[in-house]
C-alpha cells in the first residue's frame, strides 16, 4: 500500500502516563448554545432559574445541531451574548455552581431496541465528534443503508497532534467503554467490520485493545506507523483500508464511517447511565504549564483562564485549544471548556520567525497529504484566480498544517490555504 506524504514530529506526550482526574468544580461556568457544527441552541433557561447536572439548557428544531446540557448544578445568573472563538456569536448560560453537583433526577438510562432509538439516544446525549471538529454524531450515524452501504467501521485513536493524550488516557483508563460503544455502533447500523486503529507510539494501548478484543472477531486493531496528520479523516480511512476519498466526497462515499474512539466510548457510557455529555477529558500541556500538567475532566464551561491558574502559567504568550498543528489560538482566556476541546495548551518564548521569500525547494508539496502544491496555491491565491485554485484542488486541503511547519522561508500556507477556499463560489442549496 501507498504511504501517505506528512512530515515527522516530536510526539512531546509528556502527560502519556498521567491518569485522568476531576478538575475541581469552578465558581461558576459560560456554557455556550453552539458547541458543534450547525445552527446554535435556544436557551431554555432564564437568569434566576435552578438547574442540575445534565439538565437538558439548550436544543433547537434545526437539523444540524445537538442539544446542550448543564455541567453544574446551580443557578442561572444571566443568559449573555457570546463571542465563540471562530468568530461567531450566540447565547450563552452563565451559571453560579451550588458544590453540589446535583444530577438531574429524570436521567435514566435510554431504551435502545432498533436504529432509530438509537439514533434518537444518541442525539438526546448531546454527542458531538470528540476529535475536535464537532459534527453532530446523531447525523453522522443515521443513514440510510440502501443509499450509503457502509461495511466498515474505523475508530480513529491515532492522536498524531503533539502533547495531546487525552484519547490515550480514555483508552488506557475505560477501555471497555472503547469496546462497547464499538459494538454497540456495528450492532445498530449494521456495520460488520471495524477498525481501530493507533499510532504505533502507544504500544500499551494497543496491547490492551489486542487483549480486549481477541475473542470478537468483527474488531481488528490496526497498528498506524507514527506520522502527522495520520489521524486525519482521508488519510486514516487510506491507511486502514486502502480506500481513496476523493476531492468532494465523504467516507461514506467509500463505505467508511470514521468515529473517534473517545466519541464510541462516550455512547456507551450514555447508553449505561443517562448522563448527556456534561464533561471533557483534556490534556494540560505546555512549557508555560509550570505545575499540574495532566488529564483532567473538566466541567464543560469551565473558563479557560481558571484551567491555566491551576496549572500556574502566569500570562502566557500563546494559548491553544487543541494541538500546536490544528488548534485554536485563544484571544481571550474567558473562553471556556467546549464539547469539542481535547487540550489546553500554553507557551512561553514562542518565536514569531520572519517570513522570506520562497526558495521553491518544493518541501511543501513532498509532505502535503493530499498531493496538493501548496506554493501554487498561494501564487493563485494572491492572484485571484478561482478557476486555478480549482484546477490546483484547494477544496481537498484539511488545514492539518504540514506545508507550513515545514517551509524554510516561515510562509503562513496553511492559513492561505484557508483564505482560498473562501473564494470558491458554494454549490446553491438543493430546496
Request: charged residues 20%; proline residues 7%.
Amino acid at each position: 500500500m501507498k504511504k501517505l506524504n506528512g512530515v515527522r514530529l516530536s510526539h512531546d506526550k509528556g502527560t502519556k502516563d498521567c491518569e485522568t482526574v476531576s478538575f475541581p468544580l469552578p465558581k461558576q461556568v459560560i456554557i455556550p448554545m453552539s458547541q458543534a457544527m450547525g445552527a446554535p441552541c435556544n436557551c431554555l433557561v432564564k437568569a434566576g432559574d435552578a438547574v442540575t447536572v445534565g439538565q437538558k439548557i439548550g436544543d433547537t428544531d434545526a437539523f444540524m445541531s445537538v442539544p446542550i446540557h448543564s455541567s453544574v448544578s446551580g443557578t442561572v445568573n444571566a443568559v449573555v451574548d457570546y463571542l465563540l472563538p471562530g468568530g461567531n456569536s450566540c447565547k450563552a448560560a452563565v451559571i453560579d455552581t451550588d458544590g453540589e453537583q446535583t444530577p438531574d433526577p429524570s436521567l435514566v438510562p435510554p431504551v435502545i431496541t432498533d436504529k432509530a432509538s438509537f439514533v434518537a439516544a444518541v442525539r438526546e446525549s448531546g454527542l458531538a465528534g470528540l476529535g475536535g471538529a464537532g459534527f453532530p454524531t446523531h447525523i453522522k450515524v443515521n443513514f440510510d443503508k440502501s443509499k450509503t452501504p457502509i461495511d466498515t467501521l474505523v475508530i480513529n485513536a491515532a492522536e498524531c497532534e503533539p502533547y495531546i493524550t487525552s484519547d490515550f488516557r480514555q483508552m488506557m483508563e475505560d477501555p471497555d467503554d472503547v469496546i462497547k460503544g464499538t459494538l454497540l455502533v456495528q450492532k445498530y447500523l449494521n456495520i460488520p467490520i471495524c477498525k481501530i486503529c493507533i499510532e504505533n507510539n502507544k504500544p500499551d494501548a494497543i496491547a490492551l485493545l489486542k487483549e480486549k478484543t481477541a475473542d470478537i472477531k468483527s474488531i481488528e486493531i490496526v497498528t498506524l506507523p507514527s506520522s502527522y496528520p495520520q489521524g486525519a479523516e482521508k488519510v486514516i480511512v487510506f491507511s486502514a483500508t486502502g480506500r481513496i476519498v476523493a476531492e468532494g466526497e465523504l467516507p461514506s462515499n467509500q463505505g467508511v464511517m470514521v468515529m473517534n474512539v473517545s466519541t464510541v466510548a462516550y455512547i456507551n457510557r450514555y447508553c449505561e447511565t443517562g448522563m448527556p455529555l456534561t464533561h471533557r477529558r483534556i490534556t494540560l500541556d505546555g512549557n508555560a504549564i509550570t505545575k499540574n500538567k495532566g488529564n483532567y475532566l473538566v466541567p464543560i464551561g469551565t473558563r479557560i483562564s481558571e484551567i491555566l491558574e491551576y496549572g500556574g502559567a502566569e500570562n502566557p504568550e500563546k494559548v491553544l485549544y487543541g494541538g500546536p498543528m490544528m488548534g485554536f489560538p485563544l484571544y481571550d482566556t474567558d473562553q471556556p471548556i467546549l464539547k469539542t476541546t481535547n487540550a489546553v495548551l500554553a507557551f512561553n518564548n514562542v518565536e514569531e520567525p520572519k517570513t522570506t521569500a520562497c526558495i521553491r525547494c518544493g518541501n511543501c508539496i513532498r509532505v502535503c497529504p493530499m498531493n496538493l502544491m501548496p506554493v501554487e496555491l498561494e501564487s493563485a491565491y494572491k492572484a485571484k484566480d478561482v478557476e486555478a485554485l480549482k484546477s490546483l484542488k484547494v477544496m481537498l486541503c484539511m488545514n492539518c498544517g504540514c506545508c507550513s511547519y515545514i517551509c524554510p522561508a516561515h510562509r503562513p500556507l496553511a492559513e492561505i490555504n484557508q483564505l482560498a477556499k473562501g473564494l470558491i463560489p458554494r454549490p446553491a442549496s438543493k430546496k
